[in-house]
């Protein structure tokens, strides 16, 4: 007879002390690449433009590394188990993008023109560099009060009232600003809102729980046509609504973009949560359906509509024209390589280069090879938002964070399929890249979610308590 030691408890509890590791130190490294890539640039700018290192590089390189610091303290200490690839690359995008804005304030036509018409000019990198301190200060906010994703749960309906609310507000009188044609800000003591940034957070809360507790009944199909299978009547009413409130969003705020962003966010989860292509197709036809029937009566819309189908067309006469019609050029002029950071002249499109039309400046002084860098960045946060969908535990974290990835996905692809002319212009933002303190401010609250969620998904679960009497179990072998 001998005695052994049952080895199960000691190696669960050793895999259970040991845990997944946490990355810190990877983001920490990644980190310093993020804020010396764009101290780079700006040097380089500043001698391409100036022909001498910009005397706000030190403050610069401080503020932003000072930003990165903050951020991955907070990370470190409150979620620790977290993507540590969210950060960096947000950072940098963050980073490269104040560059951008910073060499467009240094443009003589620009100054010229804001001289001209407002009889004196306000720089945007400044405003952006504080912007983006604000979003810093509300990703630490949800990285320390959000604890759980999972309370948000809670909130499903009244999230989709504040998201009503929050589309709305441009509409109201003496409050909404008319800017460019779009209806899409409000103006509050003299400060520029665009509430369509944040409403698409606070709506992804709510399709997140409604579709955790529906989506059986989404899933079922009534009968099968042509291959897909149609959903019941009573179960198209969600998709019908969102298409409504997307038409009338497209409507009376000529909001392309904002428009395609709610609805395809919706479709794209409708199709995570039930696993049915049924609802891609009918989703991609009715809005196929309601963008050519609004066309024919929104004039904004319509306007951009004809730039699309032929910008040089209308090129003298219409300034939607001239505006897509120089960023095509930008682009072109381009080539491979870029003419180089600071010397190009996208600045040619107006004051939208700062913002719709700052893709083209990387286009051109960056190149393809820009592009391409810049769009790869962008993908890197949409994949490890998906990854974070596909390991997070609770099926309302896996379609918040889908939600969330999506919505920032479609809105990369309209607005660089708006400025390189593949569709028509929405109007949005580059996320972290274009001037604009609402969308830095909520892409940053975005991605301090994805972190949360990140986190509750990769922390090891708690060992189990040690059992004595399982210690001391005889096993007795003939």
């Known amino acids: 007879m001998s005695s052994t030691t049952n080895p199960s408890t000691h190696h669960t509890s050793t895999i259970g002390a040991i845990g997944a590791p946490s990355r810190r130190n990877t983001e920490l490294a990644l980190l310093v690449f993020a804020v010396v890539i764009p101290v780079f640039a700006y040097v380089n700018v500043g001698l391409a433009v100036n022909d001498q290192v910009p005397s706000g590089l030190l403050g610069y390189g401080l503020g932003l590394g000072l930003l990165a ?18 950060l960096p690359v947000a950072t940098l995008l963050n980073g490269l993008g104040l560059v951008l804005i910073w060499r467009l304030d240094q443009s003589p036509r620009l100054q010229q023109r804001a001289e001209s018409l407002f009889g004196s000019f306000s720089p945007d990198a400044p405003k952006q560099l504080l912007y983006s301190a604000l979003g810093i200060a509300l990703f630490v906010a949800v990285v320390m009060l959000l604890k759980d ?4 749960q809670r909130y499903t309906y009244i999230s989709m009232v504040a998201a009503i609310v929050l589309l709305l507000l441009p ?36 399709f997140s729980g409604y579709l955790m507790v529906k989506r059986d009944a989404l899933a079922l199909a009534s009968r099968r046509f042509m291959g897909l299978y149609l959903p019941r009547g009573r179960d198209l009413g969600p998709i019908l609504t969102l298409w409504a409130v997307s038409l009338l969003i497209l409507i009376f705020e000529n909001d392309l973009g904002t428009s395609l962003l709610f609805f395809g966010m ?55 024209c001239e505006q897509i019609g120089q960023s095509i050029m930008s ?8 003419t180089g950071l600071g010397q190009g002249n996208s600045d040619l499109i107006g004051f939208a280069a700062n913002s719709d039309f700052i893709f083209a400046t990387v286009g051109e002084e960056l190149g393809l090879a820009g592009v391409m860098a810049f769009l790869l960045l962008y993908a890197l946060i949409i994949e490890r938002g998906i990854r974070t969908a596909l390991a997070a535990r609770d099926p309302f ?8 990835s999506g919505a920032f996905a479609l809105q990369i692809f309209v607005v660089a399929g708006g400025v390189m002319g593949l569709i028509p212009l929405t109007g949005m933002t580059m996320p972290f890249l274009a001037s604009g303190g609402s969308s830095v401010i909520a892409n940053w609250a975005l991605v301090g979610i994805l972190l949360r969620i990140s986190d509750t998904a990769r922390r090891p679960a708690p060992a189990p308590a040690s059992n004595p009497d399982a210690e001391m179990t005889q096993v007795v072998r003939p």
């Not at 994703?149 to 948000?152: A, E, Q, Y």
């Not at 509409?171 to 003591?189: E, F, Q, R, T």
């Not at 682009?331 to 870029?338: C, P």
């Open 69 to 86: 610091a903050v951020g991955h303290l907070v990370v470190r200490k409150f979620a620790p188990y977290a993507d540590p690839l969210l």
């Open 397 to 404: 974290g896996k379609l918040f964070a889908t939600g969330l």
């Open 331 to 338: 682009f072109g002029s381009g080539g491979v390589l870029g």
């Open 149 to 152: 994703h999972r309370i948000l």
């Open 266 to 320: 919706f479709v794209i989860m409708l199709y995570v949560a039930t696993e049915r292509t049924s609802w891609i197709v009918i989703g991609l036809l009715m809005s196929a359906g309601g963008a050519v029937v609004v066309s024919t009566f929104a004039s904004q819309v319509k306007v951009r509509v004809t730039a699309w189908l032929d910008p040089f067309g209308c090129y003298e006469t219409s300034g939607a």
């Open 171 to 206: 509409l109201v009188p003496g409050l909404g600003a008319n800017v460019n044609g779009a209806k899409i800000w409000i103006s509050i003591g003299g400060f520029s809102i665009q509430p369509g940034e944040f409403a698409k957070i606070i709506i992804a809360v709510f």
